[in-house]
């Protein structure tokens, strides 16, 4: 891992963001799409977002990357790839994927979510790239570098949990919005909201889970002089 070039490794995660996308507006991805759509998204947020599909075949991806002369050793460090019994193969497969930027909005990882329907109890709702170098979920916020400007203007900025839920919020023309990806909140976490905004509100899911995060997460802005606000939903 040490030795993974950040280079190399942003233009794999940007080929991949590209395939991605491309796939999403194919007929394969037509499915996803209109999921996103009942969920109060549309064309223009999903391009805004660089949101797109893997598909079920679990060598598309691969395939790709080696066709574009890509180290197996690259491939494997940086998360999007595996080798099993069955070779080198995809590690993402018929999910909505989400890309993750660092603060000066380079991709440095996906969250590819679930869509059809499937039991969480048998498959995870979201997979997360592995960390790497530059992948570190405990630094990263999704959606800080395109929000940083307007919470600088507004001089707030709202914390969410999750991708979804920030989306939808922005669809709305509420935009000042960065969020966790359902991570603990961390002392870096709290440092980079401390940069963009003194106005700090939490906004995190009803459930018990998003309780105990809200205690967590103001706890930790507290510590570094911040006295958030806290918008508590209700459960579902």
């Not at 990882?109 to 498959?123: H, L, W, Y």
């Not at 001089?155 to 991708?163: A, R």
């Amino acid at each position: 891992l040490h030795s993974f070039p950040t280079r190399r490794s942003s233009d794999l995660y940007d080929i991949a963001s590209k395939f991605y996308q491309n796939n999403i507006n194919t007929l394969a991805g037509k499915n996803a799409k209109e999921y996103l759509y009942e969920r109060g998204f549309d064309d223009t947020l999903i391009k805004k977002f660089m949101i797109g599909l893997s598909l079920t075949n679990h060598e598309l991806l691969t395939k790709m990357l080696i066709n574009k002369k890509k180290s197996y050793n690259d491939m494997l460090k940086s998360g999007l790839i595996v080798k099993n019994d069955y070779g080198y193969r995809d590690i993402y497969s018929n999910r909505i994927m989400f890309p993750i930027w660092d603060v000066s909005g380079k991709v440095v990882g996906f969250s590819g979510r679930i869509f059809n329907g499937e039991d969480t109890k048998q498959v995870s709702k979201y997979i997360n790239t592995k960390e790497t170098p530059i992948f570190k979920k405990g630094e990263l916020l999704y959606n800080y570098h395109q929000a940083k400007s307007i919470c600088r203007q507004k001089n707030s900025v709202i914390i969410m949990e999750g991708q979804l839920d920030l989306i939808r919020t922005v669809s709305i023309g509420i935009e000042n919005v960065i969020a966790t990806m359902g991570t603990a909140f961390t002392k870096e976490h709290a440092l980079l909201v401390k940069k963009i905004a003194k106005n700090v509100i939490i906004c995190f899911d009803g459930d018990d889970a998003g309780g105990k995060a809200t205690i967590s997460c103001g706890n930790e802005l507290e510590s570094i002089g911040i006295i958030p606000k806290i918008v508590r939903l209700d459960d579902g």
